[in-house]
Antibody
Framework: QVQLLESGPGLVKPSGTLSLTCVVSGASISNSDWWSWVRQAPGKGLEWVGEIWHSGNTNYNPSLKSRVTISVDKSKNQFSLKLTSVTAADTAVYYC???????????????????WGQGTLVTVSS | QSVLTQPPSVSAAPGQKVTISCSGSSSNIGNNPVSWYQQVPGTAPKLLIYDNNKRPSGIPDRFSGSKSGTSATLDITGLQTGDEADYYCGTWDGSLSALFGGGTKLAVL
């Protein structure tokens, strides 16, 4: 059974860098899966942040691309998120998730997320 | 405001059926499959449907999905009080990003 667990500081100062780690258990991060971050601002909906393949290939939400870096550490079976220049608008519960993402010969792009970590609240405040 | 449009709320009585819609465009739902997630307040989202109409193991067949053109629907039959949650649709968009709908709160009255 695959499980994911997020960890990191719960409070980050404005203009600082948000750093989170997701430890994967029950599966090798080197499997043919994508590993994603999704966030949810208080009382709001879900927002995809980005994803990484074990080789290091990444895709990012265009609205966050200039501030986001997702990296993978295969030796520790974990992946990480860094978000720079944070503001109060970045306050959210951050979830990590295993993703399935592929393109068919017809050009259809399939993506879904399962399972998800429990989430960790990050508050941006001075 | 989300690119994928869902009704903010739906409601139905126990045992009844409810339908949740998700409307998009040719750049997202019109070209790519849709997934659905259930989020009980205070918990992480859970995958209910992927590839428009496929259920992961362990998801009861009371939950079903379909897609037509640029819209998708999630049907829940035999409603139970435990089904009260927020439901989100998701897909890939031509802007090179995964997208989620704004979410629909289901009340089982």
């Amino acid at each position: 059974q695959v499980q994911l667990l997020e960890s990191g500081p719960g409070l980050v100062k404005p203009s600082g860098t948000l750093s989170l780690t997701c430890v994967v258990s029950g599966a090798s991060i080197s499997n043919s899966d994508w590993w994603s971050w999704v966030r949810q601002a208080p009382g709001k909906g879900l927002e995809w942040v980005g994803e990484i393949w074990h080789s290091g290939n990444t895709n990012y939400n265009p609205s966050l691309k200039s501030r986001v870096t997702i990296s993978v550490d295969k030796s520790k079976n974990q992946f990480s998120l860094k978000l720079t220049s944070v503001t109060a608008a970045d306050t959210a519960v951050y979830y990590c998730a295993r993703g399935e993402h592929y393109i068919t010969s017809l050009g259809r792009e399939h993506i879904w997320f399962d399972p998800w970590g429990q989430g960790t609240l990050v508050t941006v405040s001075s | 405001q989300s690119v994928l449009t869902q009704p903010p709320s739906v409601s139905a009585a126990p045992g009844q059926k409810v339908t949740i819609s998700c409307s998009g465009s040719s750049s997202n739902i019109g070209n790519n499959p849709v997934s659905w997630y259930q989020q009980v307040p205070g918990t992480a989202p859970k995958l209910l449907i992927y590839d428009n109409n496929k259920r992961p193991s362990g998801i009861p067949d009371r939950f079903s999905g379909s897609k037509s053109g640029t819209s998708a629907t999630l049907d829940i039959t035999g409603l139970q009080t435990g089904d009260e949650a927020d439901y989100y649709c998701g897909t890939w968009d031509g802007s090179l990003s995964a997208l989620f709908g704004g979410g629909t709160k289901l009340a089982v009255l």
